[in-house]
């Protein structure tokens, strides 16, 4: 399984970024991927992901600020990001479930401790 975030990058407040996760080499019929943030030191804090039938999950912290979709065609997830503020400086990572539990009531917390895959983060700072 391979995973490639992109689109970080440094950002004034207020600003708008897009990140992209370029995911291959698996094969499911249903699994979830999604995005966490994680700064040295400090616990995973998830903060969005969807599904291939596109359920998506949010965080409330970036609720109405930050947007998952996805390129089924292309097999890429992205998250976009409004009204970037100096608290989402942060290396941004993609992850995924191949294993989501169905049966049982998913969110963020079910996808990362279910996390089988992530790939290298992409930094994100937002400075004046």
């Known amino acids: 399984v391979q995973l490639q975030a992109s689109g970080g990058g440094l950002v004034q407040p207020g600003e708008s970024l897009t990140l992209s996760c370029a995911a291959s080499?698996?094969?499911?019929?249903?699994?979830?991927i999604g995005w966490f943030r994680q700064a040295l030191g400090k616990e995973r804090e998830g903060i969005s992901a969807i599904s291939n039938s596109n359920t998506k999950y949010y965080s409330d912290s970036v609720k109405g600020r930050f947007t998952i979709s996805r390129d089924n065609a292309k097999n890429i997830v992205y998250l976009h990001i409004n009204s970037l503020k100096p608290e989402d400086t942060d290396v941004y990572y993609c992850?995924?479930?191949?294993?989501?539990?169905?049966?049982?009531?998913?969110?963020?917390?079910?996808?990362?401790?279910?996390?089988?895959?992530w790939g290298r983060g992409t930094q994100v700072t937002v400075s004046s």
């Open positions: 992850g995924i479930d191949l294993n989501p539990d169905g049966s049982r009531p998913y969110g963020l917390g079910e996808f990362l401790n279910g996390l089988d895959w």
């Open positions: 080499g698996f094969t499911r019929s249903y699994y979830v």
